[in-house]
């Protein structure tokens, strides 16, 4: 929900889901509780992403700039 879309990126590192289906989360949680390899490469790459999209470096400078555009610089 939100934006969840915008980090996730549906089987490469993580999982999108109707959020009015419970019948999908369900199966999706069965099937990575059953999918071992599945779990461990999502969760690898979910990782990289998180470090990548929100390392300390990159929030800065996205800190920066919109600083730098509410100042008009």
Same mark, same amino acid.
């Given at each position: 929900?939100?934006?969840?879309?915008?980090?996730?990126?549906?089987? +490469?590192?993580? /999982?999108?889901?109707?959020?009015?289906?419970?019948?999908?989360?369900? &199966?999706? /949680? /069965?099937?990575?509780? +059953?999918? +071992?390899?599945?779990?461990?490469?999502?969760?690898?790459?979910?990782?990289?992403?998180?470090?990548?999209?929100?390392?300390?470096?990159?929030?800065?400078?996205?800190?920066?700039?919109?600083? &730098?555009?509410?100042?008009?610089?």
């Amino acid at each position: 929900v939100g934006g969840v879309p915008e980090i996730v990126d549906h089987r +490469e590192n993580g /999982i999108l889901v109707d959020p009015h289906s419970p019948e999908q989360l369900a &199966e999706s /949680i /069965i099937r990575l509780l +059953e999918d +071992e390899r599945m779990r461990s490469r999502l969760g690898k790459t979910a990782r990289e992403t998180a470090c990548t999209t929100f390392s300390r470096e990159r929030c800065l400078k996205d800190t920066e700039r919109v600083y &730098e555009a509410a100042l008009g610089a």
